[in-house]
């Protein structure tokens, strides 16, 4: 659940590269080591989740935000400012 002004900071889809055209896992590019092990270079590591988490329970966010998806819809608030998105007063909603 996201507000306006924040739909268009939202992350775009991830799309494979052109094959040797600046892709990061050809050798020509200078992208990636001959023989080079993976686990020892930590530099080049990808993590699918960043560090952001949930205000609220701590979980991790899968892009920038406040809010994880389930909290914000909770609370009726933009995950990614917190701006009051809609009212859910009458929503009937467990705590479970």
């Excluded at 996201?2 to 055209?21: F, H, Q, R, S, T």
């Excluded at 892709?23 to 952001?52: C, D, F, M």
Aim: contains cysteine; aromatic residues 6%; positive net charge.
């Amino acid at each position: 659940m996201v507000c306006d002004k924040c739909e268009k900071k939202l992350a775009k889809v991830i799309v494979p590269d052109k094959w040797k055209e600046g892709a990061s896992n050809t050798t020509e590019s200078g992208g990636r080591k001959v023989n080079e092990n993976k686990l020892l270079s930590k530099k080049h590591r990808w993590t699918p989740y960043g560090t952001a988490k949930c205000t609220i329970c701590k979980q991790q966010l899968h892009q920038e935000g406040k809010y994880c998806l389930s909290c914000a819809y909770k609370k009726g608030v933009c995950s990614m400012c917190g701006k009051q998105v809609l009212d859910t007063t009458h929503y009937k909603q467990s705590n479970v």
